[in-house]
T-cell receptor, first 109, second 113 residues
């Protein structure tokens, strides 16, 4: 079945450093979604990418969808303490949305 | 709008007990989902529903049952609770289908001892 792998599992950075998480699917995706979960909270939708090679920005966050629509990345520039949390990608395949394991970001102020 | 609400927030069960996790959404969404999240892990789909009266299994349905008698409500039933069902359970909904963003409830933290 469809699998979505996310790396790294954990990332610890100094405040102000950049952060990137990568998402890879075993199958071609129709779209990919990104969610953020604060510690003790619930996942909150960030963005959806649909087109091959698509790049979207939200302030310091940059999301990319690969040309083959099998991988994606989230890059945060100059992290802030408010960026702490776990970032999940979720790939939409033939039917269901499959979540990656998430990348947990911690930040040293 | 309250969005997606879940009750209870926390629950401790003994092995073999049963319970129902409640989920309600007031956004008139067709699609509803139940996920479980084990510590440090991602979200696993348990069951989902595409509308009232229609439900289908997700990735990890064993030990659970659902029903969808109304658009708003999507309860999850645990029969004969086992320690392996200790997890955080999230209910979510989306407007048309899984191509739309999912709105999550606050979760129910369940411990089975």
């Amino acid at each position: 079945g469809q699998q979505v792998m996310q790396i790294p599992q954990y990332q610890h950075v100094q405040e102000g450093e950049d952060f990137t998480t990568y998402c890879n699917s075993s199958t071609t995706l129709s779209n990919i979604q990104w969610y953020k979960q604060r510690p003790g909270g619930h996942p909150v939708f960030l963005i959806q990418l649909v087109k091959s090679g698509e790049v979207k920005k939200q302030k310091r966050l940059t999301f990319q969808f690969g040309e083959a629509k099998k991988n994606s990345s989230l890059h945060i520039t100059a992290t802030q303490t408010t960026d702490v949390g776990t970032y999940f990608c979720a790939g939409q395949g033939a039917q269901k949305l499959v979540f990656g394991q998430g990348t947990r970001l911690t930040i040293n102020p | 709008n309250a969005g997606v609400t879940q009750t209870p927030k926390f629950r401790i069960l003994k092995i073999g007990q049963s319970m129902t996790l409640q989920c309600t959404q007031d956004m008139n969404h067709n699609y509803m989902y139940w996920y479980r999240q084990d510590p440090g892990m991602g979200l696993k789909l348990i069951y989902y529903s595409v509308g009232a009266g229609i439900t289908d299994k997700g990735e990890v349905p064993n030990g659970y049952n659902v029903s969808r008698s109304t658009t708003e409500d999507f309860p999850l039933r645990l029969e004969l609770a086992a320690p392996s069902q200790t997890s955080v359970y999230f209910c979510a909904s989306s407007y048309r289908d899984q191509h739309n963003e999912q709105f999550f409830g606050p979760g129910t933290r369940l411990t089975v001892l």
